[in-house]
């Protein structure tokens, strides 16, 4: 692990042995045929994910309502030109606001390795954040990327946070290889799950933040919708979740 020149603590994961090969810049693989297949294995994936995103059960709750009509053809992977460079990397960055460490659940689908969810543990020290930079993945979220309400993190004296508002990303939808795509753990001041807690813990995401946000993802906002805030201003003040912002559509 690394500590950067402002105290962020940094650390690189290297994924095994790829089962996919791809090369050069665009993410072809050996083989036309393969890459369609691994193409269209990555859409469903990616389909049943954005199928958990909005909705009073859902990723996101009522706030997200209607997320799917938004998407993409196929969340965005109609071709191996849409998958990740094998080459790139892309920085996650956890947050943790609480007075206690807290060990992030980090999920995420990466075609070159397979379709197959991986996962990550990673250990935030209270009111700290850390970085790890990892090989550029196609979908990135805590706890199961099919799962809202799973566990997305656990403090150090047990209690464990639900992954609910913390929407699953997708690469060139709401982040980009090179990147830095985050997640943070903090009070839910803006009450986003409408629950009129306003002092609990939840974990949010870069990308719930920048839906909710006008001139949010492909062009669309989810600003102002039923259950959420209008702006999130109150939960971060001076907080960019997102990173740098993948180019438009």
């Known amino acids: 692990m ?3 020149s402002l105290g962020v603590a940094r650390r690189y994961v290297l994924l095994g ?3 996919y090969f791809l090369t050069g810049a665009g993410c072809t693989t050996d083989s036309t045929l393969g ?3 691994l193409t269209g294995d990555l859409a469903a994936k990616a389909e049943a994910v954005a199928a958990q995103i909005g909705g009073p059960a859902g990723f996101g709750g009522a706030a997200m309502g209607g997320y799917e009509q938004h998407a993409a053809e196929r969340m965005g992977f109609v071709s191996a030109a849409d998958l990740a460079d094998s080459a790139a990397t892309v920085t996650i960055r956890m947050e943790n606001l ?4 807290c060990t992030f659940h980090l999920s995420y689908v990466s075609a070159a390795a397979g379709v197959d969810e991986q996962e990550e543990e ?3 020290p209270a009111t700290g954040e850390v970085e790890i930079v990892m090989p550029c993945m196609e979908i990135v979220g805590l706890g199961s990327l099919e799962t809202p309400g799973a566990v997305g993190c656990h403090l150090t004296d047990g209690a464990t946070i639900p992954n609910t508002m ?3 990303a997708f690469l060139n939808m709401d982040y980009a290889c090179g990147a830095m795509h985050s997640f943070m753990l903090t009070p839910d001041v803006d ?3 409408g629950d009129d807690d306003t002092e609990e813990l939840i974990l949010i995401s870069g990308a719930m933040q920048s839906h909710m946000q006008a001139g949010g993802p492909m062009n669309h906002s989810h600003r102002g919708s039923s259950g959420g805030s209008a702006m999130m201003g109150g939960m971060m003040p001076g907080h960019g979740l997102g990173g740098a912002a993948p ?3």
Do not use: I, K, M, Y
């Open 122 to 124: 990673v250990e935030v």
């Open 191 to 193: 009450d986003l799950d």
């Open 2 to 4: 690394l500590t950067t």
């Open 166 to 168: 913390a929407v699953p």
């Open 98 to 101: 609480a007075g206690q460490p």
């Open 35 to 37: 890459g369609d297949r």
């Open 247 to 249: 180019p438009s559509p």
């Open 17 to 19: 042995v790829f089962p």
